[in-house]
Every structure is written in C-alpha cells, then in structure tokens.
C-alpha cells in the first residue's frame, strides 16, 4: 500500500506540488516521455492500478457490465461504482476518458 509522509505540507505548498506535477505531465509530448517520467516516480503497482481504471472508464463507455469489468480487469464493484459515478457527474472526465478511447 502506498504510504504518505506523516510530516504534511500546508495546503498552498501542496497546491503549489500538485499544479507543478500537472504542469509537468502537460509538457510531455510521447508516450515514451510519459512513461519514462511516470515509470520513474510510480510503482508497478500505482502504474497498474491507473491502468485497470483507465480501462474501466473506457469499458464503462462501451457499455460493458460491471460483471465484464470484473471479470476483464479483476476489480472489485467499489472501484467500478467510482468510476461510473464519475463518468456521469463530471463531464470534463468523461470527454477525456472518451477522448482516450479514439
């Protein structure tokens, strides 16, 4: 399980971290970019997690079953149930998530 410092920044600090760390994902301009940036910082396990969720997202669009997905992708309902909920309260996430699929 992925572990946090118990030493927390103050909130202007993090939102500082985290407009940096989106800023740095936008100036990326490959897949091998991408990968070589996320494959650093992430784990195998923080990757694949991302990944199967991705292709929940994109499964969820298609129409699939939550059975499908949990059968496809081994995930559990509560993750499936996020997404999906996702998908139909954010417009922003769905067109991107659909965006993705092209």
């Given at each position: 399980?992925?572990?946090i410092s118990r030493l927390?920044?103050?909130?202007?600090?993090?939102?500082?971290?985290?407009?940096?760390?989106?800023?740095?994902?936008?100036?990326?301009?490959?897949?091998?970019?991408?990968?070589?940036?996320?494959?650093?910082?992430?784990?195998?396990?923080?990757?694949?997690?991302?990944?199967?969720?991705?292709?929940?997202?994109?499964?969820?669009?298609?129409?699939?079953?939550?059975?499908?997905?949990?059968?496809?992708?081994?995930?559990?309902?509560?993750?499936?149930?996020?997404?999906?909920?996702?998908?139909?309260?954010?417009?922003?996430?769905?067109?991107?998530?659909?965006?993705?699929?092209?």
């Amino acid at each position: 399980m992925t572990k946090i410092s118990r030493l927390q920044l103050n909130d202007a600090e993090l939102q500082s971290l985290h407009h940096e760390f989106w800023q740095a994902l936008a100036a990326l301009r490959t897949v091998k970019d991408v990968e070589a940036l996320l494959a650093g910082f992430l784990t195998h396990t923080e990757i694949k997690m991302f990944a199967k969720r991705l292709a929940a997202a994109k499964m969820l669009l298609r129409d699939a079953s939550y059975a499908e997905i949990r059968q496809t992708l081994k995930l559990t309902d509560t993750p499936i149930a996020r997404i999906n909920n996702l998908l139909n309260e954010n417009k922003r996430f769905k067109a991107l998530v659909a965006k993705s699929i092209l």
